[in-house]
T-cell receptor, first 113, second 112 residues
Framework: DQQVKQNSPSLSVQEGRISILNCDYT??????FLWYKKYPAEGPTFLIS?????DKNEDGRFTVFLNKSAKHLSLHIVPSQPGDSAVYFC????????????FGKGITLSVRP | DTAVSQTPKYLVTQMGNDKSIKCEQN?????MYWYKQDSKKFLKIMFS???????INETVPNRFSPKSPDKAHLNLHINSLELGDSAVYFC???????????FGSGTRLTVV
């Protein structure tokens, strides 16, 4: 039962263009949504998050958009750089001491020079 | 000054053996986690401990036993290893929303 879905396994974009990574979720109890970036042979690293009470959060080149009615979020990277090539995981959690992060299966982004 | 360190990074062992993976965090977090990334690349939570107390125990065979001697350490012991246990295991510490968790670099376990 996948509560967080990343349906596209990969994305390839040209350097300087926009990368849009999509994520859907099914659990309406999720309060926070996060994006993680992972390089090979390393652990995932936190990139950006958004609370369910917001619809946009921006941090430099990275912007996350949340559409609660559609249970959909997306990560925009602009401009994309070759160093952004990695696996991106979408994750979601509720609140409270027993909350846990539920991850999607990731999308591999390749930024072509 | 690694935030979350886990050892070993690679572990190759035979079926039936018992092995342990160690994890330590120096972030002062109260909660630590074990995640498993299987061959399909899903990251699935196995356990979480808050201040040495088991909080989350997902559907994991009881051959897997976490041990938390103090809140900075969460070790994973696996008995009677099976081929299907081959995966990458990530330790993490957290992490009140919205800041997420800090992950270790992973332990690639291969059971032959």
């Amino acid at each position: 039962d996948q509560q967080v879905k990343q349906n596209s396994p990969s994305l390839s974009v040209q350097e300087g263009r926009i990368s849009i990574l999509n994520c859907d979720y099914t659990n309406s109890m999720f309060d926070y949504f996060l994006w993680y970036k992972k390089y090979p042979a390393e652990g995932p690293t936190f990139l950006i998050s958004i609370s369910s009470i917001k619809d946009k959060n921006e941090d430099g080149r990275f912007t996350v958009f949340l559409n609660k009615s559609a249970k959909h979020l997306s990560l925009h990277i602009v401009p994309s750089q070759p160093g952004d090539s990695a696996v991106y995981f979408c994750a979601a959690s509720g609140t409270g001491a027993n909350s846990k992060l539920t991850f999607g299966k990731g999308i591999t982004l390749s930024v072509r020079p | 000054d690694t935030a979350v360190s886990q050892t070993p990074k690679y572990l190759v062992t035979q079926m039936g053996n018992d092995k342990s993976i160690k994890c330590e965090q120096n972030l002062g977090h109260d909660t630590m986690y074990w995640y498993k990334q299987d061959s399909k690349k899903f990251l699935k939570i196995m356990f979480s401990y808050n201040n040495k107390e088991l909080i989350i125990n997902e559907t994991v065979p009881n051959r897997f036993s976490p041990k938390s001697p103090d809140k900075a350490h969460l070790n994973l012991h696996i008995n009677s290893l099976e081929l299907g246990d081959s995966a990458v295991y990530f330790c993490a510490s957290g992490g009140t929303a919205p800041y997420g968790y800090t992950f270790g670099s992973g332990t690639r376990l291969t059971v032959v």
